[in-house]
């Protein structure tokens, strides 16, 4: 069994700063792609960041320059850094794994909340 325990969420001001931090217990972390998604209320999930196992790292358009996606092989974990947060950065925040092996099954966190306020 995999399951994967998100941590990290806050509340934060606009141009504050987190760390998520996603720890995958069970499977093959080594060949698992990582991915973060965000899901604000009424809007649709998105991909913001991933990673792959040999820690290539894409980013979708509105957190380019912000957030960093990286993993840790050693601690089986994956962590986003979010820099300069913006009011629209608030969402629930899910990290996601991926096989390279077998693509048809993914895993999912529980959601952390992550709320940018003045």
């Known amino acids: 069994q995999v399951e994967l325990v998100e941590s990290g969420g806050a509340l934060a001001q606009p141009g504050g700063s987190l760390r998520l931090s996603c720890i995958v217990y069970g499977g093959n972390f080594s060949w698992f792609i990582m991915g973060w998604f965000r899901q604000a209320p009424g809007k649709q999930r998105e991909l913001v960041a991933a990673?792959?196992?040999?820690?290539?790292?894409s980013y979708v358009d509105s957190v380019k320059g912000r957030f960093t996606v990286s993993r840790d092989h050693a601690k089986n974990a994956a962590y986003l850094q979010m820099n300069r947060l913006k009011p629209e950065d608030t969402a629930v925040y899910y990290c996601?794994?991926?096989?390279?092996?077998?693509?048809?099954?993914?895993?999912w966190g529980q959601g952390t909340q992550v709320t940018v306020s003045s």
């Open positions: 996601n794994a991926n096989s390279v092996r077998d693509r048809t099954t993914e895993y």
């Open positions: 990673v792959t196992p040999g820690g290539g790292a």
